[in-house]
């Protein structure tokens, strides 16, 4: 019996202990351009269940996930095998319980790192044994390369937590209503991981607008914005050159997210009703990374 299932054990009939279990749909689509010309799009529709313990005494909140259904397309199909790999870490990912931060909402500690760590040694050693027969060496040194650089995400726990909150559902999923201290009026700054330019995160203004509220609900959207210096900031700069300005060609230009979130909150239950994303990153007329994500309760 795992960490989280103890857990659950632990707190049956302990009043001052809330349990609740949502369900969610997540559709996200992928789109990459360059040049204008479409090179790659993903489609990944996934079901997750949400489980929340909230210990009012201690004033402690832990979420654990499961991922019930997935469905993937990718477009060139030739990519199609990484991304069941992608697919197939994510699930691993996924079994990690997270301390709230009751202070923000956001992702704490993985209190069952270690759980995790080992369900991905079980893994590496099924897929060693999946991919043997392979026999290109450009090929094998590609797939060692991806357990080494996996390894290093996993085994580091601030690592792990820095990749899970470059993903939109745990963006949308850890955030301050979890805690009951979402901004519905004031601009309020955030660390943005940045999709395009992997690694690189910088500071972004998100400003609320509320469009609908009740006892109970808030339907309000956030939009974000970057300081002029963020447009064309060295380590971006660096990063097109090293990794882009060779397949493109064309010089860097200038950098322009655009970062839209429209969501409903039950604040009574504190959960998300339904979420829709729509992140846009390009350096203007050379390249351009869409994601389109829909996130909505589910029975």
């Known amino acids: 019996m795992g960490y989280w299932e103890e857990l659950k054990e632990k707190i049956k009939e302990k009043e001052y202990v809330e349990f609740q279990q949502v369900r969610y749909r997540n559709e996200q689509t992928v789109a990459m351009k360059i040049n204008g010309m479409p090179v790659s799009t993903n489609r990944l529709k996934t079901d997750y269940t949400v489980e929340k313990v ?21 477009f060139p199909t030739q990519y199609q095998a990484g991304m069941d790999m992608v ?30 760590v080992e369900t991905w040694e079980d893994y590496k050693e099924h897929f060693r044994d999946k991919y043997k ?27 792990m937590k820095a990749e899970m909150n470059s993903k939109m559902f745990y963006m949308l999923v850890f955030d301050h209503y979890l805690v009951g201290k ?19 995160s910088f500071p972004m203004t998100m400003t609320p607008k509320i469009h609908q509220e009740s006892p109970n609900k808030v339907v309000y959207d956030r939009n974000g914005s ?3 210096h963020v447009t064309s900031s060295s ?3 660096r990063f097109y050159d090293e990794q882009f ?7 860097f230009t200038q950098y322009r997210p655009s970062f839209n979130i429209r969501e409903t909150v039950n604040e009574a239950e504190r959960h998300i009703e339904n979420a829709e994303v729509r992140l846009i990153e390009e350096v203007v007329n050379n390249i351009d990374l869409t994601i389109l994500c829909k996130l909505r309760k589910i029975e």
């Open 54 to 74: 909230y210990n009012s005494r201690h004033d402690i909140m832990q979420l654990a996930f499961n991922i019930d259904d997935n469905i993937v397309s990718v």
């Open 87 to 116: 697919v197939d870490l994510e699930k691993i990912k996924c079994k990690a319980v997270i301390n709230v931060d009751m202070n923000t909402g956001h992702i704490g500690e993985i209190v069952n790192h270690k759980e995790v």
């Open 133 to 159: 027969f392979l026999r290109s060496s450009a090929t094998q040194n590609a797939v060692q390369q991806f357990l080494e650089t996996q390894d290093k995400l996993i085994l580091d726990q601030e690592m």
């Open 182 to 200: 979402q901004e519905y009026n004031e601009p309020y700054a955030i660390t943005f991981p940045s999709q395009l330019f992997k690694g690189i």
């Open 226 to 228: 970057v300081d002029e």
């Open 235 to 237: 380590d971006i700069v």
């Open 245 to 251: 300005k060779p397949t493109i060609q064309y010089k």
